[in-house]
């Protein structure tokens, strides 16, 4: 059980280590709803500690929800509570849940696909199902298009406020979440397996699930040559043999690469150009990556 440590008290009222409270959604910049959800937060408790993830994700497009989450997620500590709001299903039967992961942290959201990548990466460790008979903005209970703001920025605001702990939220529901169609990292073969799971904007870079992990299995060290085959519903859209090198720099302009990003995952690159923009590269469901050693 997770619950805020009492640091001191003003007036009457104890004031707690709180946990930061993260969101994201597909909503833009153009109007109020973000601004809801943090006004529902800040009236659970004027102190919490609100951090914007991106409001720029496409519209309707889970997946790249999927990503950010998995992308972000690991530089924050545990106990963090993350909202994410990409939510085409919303006033469905789609489940609203609060997931905990194996690094001890809470995400909150609908069960739709956007908890894919936190389970690949980070695992879960159990999954309850909202209880909006209690974790619901007061006098919203006709409201059926904004859960955003009514179920999810409102329940991650009392978990990380402290008001309730994980055990509060409602049933458990098991361990599992619903996940996006993708190819999962593997070893084949003799050769590394995965997704294309996103690109790297604005500069094109082809970033994989494939982990590091994976890469030192198969003996792949910095001056390798790797053979990197790119599918698109099984057809090739890029087969070739690049350098896995430690920058973008370690290549010509305009020549490409292969490396480890940010996330310590296997991407492809132009140096200061765009691997996607020249291959006709996407990223999601349909599209998978192979790659091989060649060996001297």
Known sequence: MMVAAV?????NRDLVAQRALLIQTDFGLAEGSIAEMKGVAFSVDPNLRIFDI?????????????????QTAPYWPPGTVFVSIVDPGVGTERRAVVVRSK???LFVGPDNGT?????????IDAVR????????????????????RDIFAYTGARLASGAIDFDAVGPLVGSSVVELDHLAPRIASGQAEGAVVTLDQPFGNVWTNVRVGLLDSLGVRVGDTLEVTIRHQGRVAFRGRLP????FGAVGRGQPLSYLNSLLDFAVALNQGSF?????IDKGARWGIAIRPIRR
């Open 7 to 11: 640091i001191g008290t003003f007036g």
């Open 54 to 70: 991106t409001h720029l994700i496409p519209a309707y497009d889970v997946w790249e929800a999927a990503v950010r989450l998995h």
């Open 103 to 105: 690094t001890d942290q």
């Open 115 to 123: 908890f894919t990548f936190v389970a690949e990466k980070l695992g």
């Open 129 to 148: 199902e909202i209880d909006e008979r209690v974790n619901r903005l007061p006098g919203s209970d006709r409201s059926h298009t904004f859960h955003g």
């Open 244 to 247: 896995f090198v430690r920058s």
């Open 276 to 280: 996607a923009a020249r291959y006709r």
